[in-house]
C-alpha cells in the first residue's frame, strides 16, 4: 500500500513547475532538461565585452559612438567591426587601425559618408569581432533617449547603465 501511495505521489508532483529554468536558446534539441542545463551552464557569455559601446549621440552634427576598452590589455580595433542593426555583418564597417589601450576611449563619427550609417532616435548599434562575428557589446536605444545636444551613456564608464546625459563628452569620461 506505501508503494502504492508513494508511486501516486511521485507521478502526481512530476509536472509541477520544472526545476530547470533555461531562458537561453539550446541548439541541441533532443537534450534532457538536464542536458539542456549542462549545455547552457556551459555557453559562452552573451558579450565578449572587450570593445563596450559606452555613450551614442543620436542627434548630432555629427552623430557619433564612443567605445571603451573594457579589457585590462590593448586592443586592436580593426579586429572589430559595427553595424546599426543586430547581426547585419554584410553591412559592417571595420574600425579604422588604431590600438586602443586598456580603459582608453575612441569615437567613431557616423556621419553617412564613410560609416555607412547615421544614428536615428530610434536605434541600436552592435561591435562584433571581425574574426569570428561574436557579440562584443552593443545597445539599442528608444526615441527619447539621445535628444538633441545630450547623449545616451553609460554613467559611470564601461559597465553601468545607459542613462540620457545632458554632457556629452566624446573621448572623455562620461558626467550624469
Known sequence: MRTAILLVLLVGCSNAADPIAIDAPVHHVDASPFDAAKIYLDAPPERLRILVVNEVVAAGNPDWVEVVNATTSPVEMSDFVIVDKAGDLANAYTFPAQTLGPGAFATLDCDGTIVP???A????????????????????WNNGDSPTNDSFARVPDTFAPFVTSMHPTKGLPNQP
Open 117 to 119: 550609417f547615421k544614428l
Open 121 to 140: 532616435a530610434d536605434e541600436e548599434v552592435w561591435v562584433y569581432r571581425k574574426s569570428d562575428g561574436a557579440l562584443s557589446d552593443g545597445i539599442d
